[in-house]
Nanobody, 124 residues
Framework: QVQLVESGGGLVQAGGSLRLSCAAS??????AGWFRQAPGKESEFVAA????????YYVDSVKGRFTISRDNAKNTVYLQMNSLKPEDTAVYYC???????????????????WGQGTQVTVSS
């Protein structure tokens, strides 16, 4: 199993930026990703990345604004969020899988470990 600890959430003005971090412990992992859930809405896939970083996937609404990356030496996954919009407001969850099966890894079932979530609030 993989334990995930998130940080970097907070309050930001529309157009601003935040960088989320997700540090893993307990074991190595392959696929990593981010999901988000706004109040009263279902969980939504945001981004995913392969172990090597060579393959990434994004939901259409964040393409060109968000970037997922990882530093395997630090066992950490990042989500850089630029040009934030009020509709990006949600609790963001990082997720990891022990292996890297064929992608695109956009479903919760593609991941076996989850972080506790970090709140991102974008004011207008």
């Amino acid at each position: 199993q993989v334990q995930l600890v998130e940080s970097g959430g907070g309050l930001v003005q529309a157009g601003g930026s935040l960088r989320l971090s997700c540090a893993a412990s307990g074991r190595t992992f392959g696929t990593a990703g981010w999901f988000r859930q706004a109040p009263g809405k279902e969980s939504e896939f945001v981004a995913a990345i392969s172990w090597s970083g060579g393959s990434t996937y994004y939901v259409d609404s964040v393409k060109g604004r968000f970037t997922i990356s990882r530093d395997n030496a630090k066992n950490t996954v990042y989500l850089q969020m630029n040009s934030l919009k009020p509709e990006d407001t949600a609790v963001y969850y990082c997720a990891a899988q022990g292996t890297t099966p064929p992608g695109p890894w956009t479903r919760p079932a593609d991941f076996g470990s989850w972080g506790q979530g970090t709140q991102v609030t974008v004011s207008s």
